[in-house]
């Protein structure tokens, strides 16, 4: 039995996806503005903030490591947290208080003015995003929302808003890491140029 059509198909998609970004000015413009408000951070000493639920916990892992480790060469370590890591927390505050406040309480200890916060939220409906943008607001941190087309509640909520053009999961997720790869790249260059 073969796959091949299955998965040209999906490969396909995603790509398309992808490329349907590239030709939509008023996204580039978005990612434009997202990227400098992360430089901006970093350049001024600032955290940038992670967090998700899922797949895109993990994606929000996976790109908080690529600012705290490296990315395309060695430099130094930029600080960056991913709110979905601390299990003992997650689960303290979600036995505590309630799951919709997993990461907005630990956003209210470890943030600060001037920080940065990315929430990745397929739907842009998840609760616990949604109350961290709430928190990361009254705070002054500024907020970034990576979503799928619609936006959900977080369009309304944060500074910034990227709608991956999809409404499927799976394409929404492989177009967050494509644009938070680049996105990490570029603050990579600009805040530790490669000697």
């Known amino acids: 039995m073969s796959y091949s059509a299955v998965l040209r198909t999906s490969i396909g998609e995603s790509a398309e996806t992808k490329n349907r ?3 939509d000015d008023e996204l ?5 503005d997202i990227t400098g408000a992360v430089v901006d951070c970093m350049a001024k ?3 940038v903030f992670f967090c998700g639920n ?3 916990s993990t994606d929000a892992e996976h790109l908080s490591a690529e600012l705290l480790g490296r990315f ?3 430099r130094p370590s930029m600080s960056s947290y991913c709110l979905a890591s601390n299990t003992a927390a997650m689960t303290a505050i979600g036995n505590d208080y309630s799951y919709d406040l997993t990461f907005a309480r630990q956003l209210a200890g470890l943030g600060r003015k001037g920080d940065v916060l990315v929430g990745l939220s397929t739907s842009g409906n998840s609760g616990n995003v949604v109350q961290a943008v709430r928190q990361a607001t009254e705070m ?9 087309a619609d936006g959900g509640k977080l369009a309304g909520l944060a500074d910034f808003t990227f709608r991956a053009p999809s409404y499927e999961t799976a394409r929404v997720q492989e177009c967050h890491m494509a644009v ?3 996105i990490c790249e570029i603050v990579e260059a600009t ?3 490669r000697p």
């Open 21 to 23: 970004v590239t030709r």
């Open 45 to 47: 000493g600032g955290t």
């Open 140 to 148: 002054e941190i500024t907020t970034v929302a990576f979503t799928g």
């Open 28 to 32: 580039m413009e978005m990612l434009d």
């Open 180 to 182: 938070g790869h680049t």
């Open 191 to 193: 805040i530790h140029p």
């Open 72 to 74: 395309k060469y060695d």
């Open 54 to 56: 899922g797949g895109s």
